[in-house]
Structure formats: C-alpha cells, structure tokens
C-alpha cells in the first residue's frame, strides 16, 4: 500500500514539475516564436532546404550562432570555418553551465541533454528560480524552450519569403529577446557589474578589431571576470587571517 502511495506521489510531483516548466517556458515562447520564425523564413530565403534548417534547430539549437550560420552555408565556407565561428559564438555557455552543476538531473542522458540545451533564455529562467526547486524543473524548462524554437524555425520556413518581403530584418528579432531578458535578468538580480564589464569589453575590443569583434569583447569579459574573483577572493583570505 505504501509503496502504491509513493508511487502515486511520485507521479503527481513529476506532472506538477512539467506543468510548472511549462509555465516557466511561455515567456520564452513568445521571444521564441517570432525569432524562429525569423530565422526559418531568412533560412529559406539563404536557400537552406527544409529539412536542413530543422536539423540545425534540433542538432545545433543556438539562436545567435544559427543566424551566423546562415550566410557561412550559403557561401559554402568549409566545416572548419563554421565549426570555428560557432565556438566563439557560443563560448559564454562555458560560464552558463558552470553555477547550475549541482542542479543538472541525475540520469546521465538528461544531464547531457540539459548541458546542450542551456541557452541565454533558460539560463535566464534558472537563475531565477529558487535552488530547491532548479533541479526538477531544469529537463521540463530546457525541453520546451527548445520545442518552442523548433516548431517557430519549421513555421517560418514553410511561410518562407512571403513574411521577408512583408517584414523586413527579422533577424532583429533575436537581439530584442536579448535585450529583453536582459532586463529582467538585471531586474531581479539588481547587480551592475555584468553590465560594466561588458560596455567596457566592448568598447575595448572595438579599438582592436570589427570582423572578431564578439570574441575579443567576450575574452576581455573573461579576464576581467577572472581578476575580479582572484581580488574577491584575496579579500576574503585577508579578513580571514586578520580574525
């Protein structure tokens, strides 16, 4: 009887944590919907075939880089160059992964997926979710964020250029969901060092350079990062010492 009684709860909170995720993911959805659609349509006007444009939602999953990735493929640049571009994009999820270790499933197929599936906008969400409930709700939250992005990418390049002609840089949409979360992000967090080092980053970098431009600012972000928890950590050790 017990061991039916767990077996039910254990059903119930399992439903609860994909309910809630799902809540969780609307907001996505609707930065989501109209950036994917956005990146389908601009997909099939690049000349990307279907089944292409959803394999890359599916496989490589990164707004940013698969918009970059638009124009290296219908120039036929080699995978190297692509492979390259993409890991510059993409080099800030190093640091995403990192706080959110200790809450990534268990089961070593959905800790894997969940790594994967860590975007700007589900870190976002995680981050701002209390500690105890970040583990449950980390698989249903990454799923169908991703979900979101594939059935707006598929969407957008049935439509295909009819919506370009109507609607033109669409590919603006992504950078607006940025800014968004980014607000919201700054809103709960109320901490201004993340804007500074990257206004900072990014007027440094442009001094150097404008074709490398991302990842020059995102090595500056690194190392200043970087200096300011070895001094944070030199304080601490210092006031430790002193008591």
Known sequence: MNTHSNEL????????????????????????????????????????????????????????AQYACLPMLSAGLPIGSLATNIAAINLRHVFYGMPLLQYLPKNKLAKTYCLFALTDETFSIMTSLPNESRRALILPISLFNQSWWVLASTVGVMIGSTLSDLVPHLDFALVC????????????????????????????????THNWLLLVAITICMFMILVRGFWVERQKAGEYYEQ
């Open 9 to 64: 709860s254990h059903q119930h909170k399992s439903h609860y944590h994909w309910a809630a995720g799902f809540k969780k993911s609307l907001p996505v959805a609707m930065g989501y919907l109209p950036a994917g659609i956005a990146f389908g349509v601009l997909a099939q006007v690049a000349g990307i075939p279907i089944w292409a444009t959803i394999m890359l939602s599916i496989v490589l999953y990164a707004g940013a």
């Open 177 to 208: 969901l940025f800014a968004i979360l980014a607000y919201e992000q700054f809103q709960s967090i109320k901490r201004y060092f993340p804007i500074g080092i990257a206004v900072i980053g990014l007027i440094i970098a442009s001094f150097f």
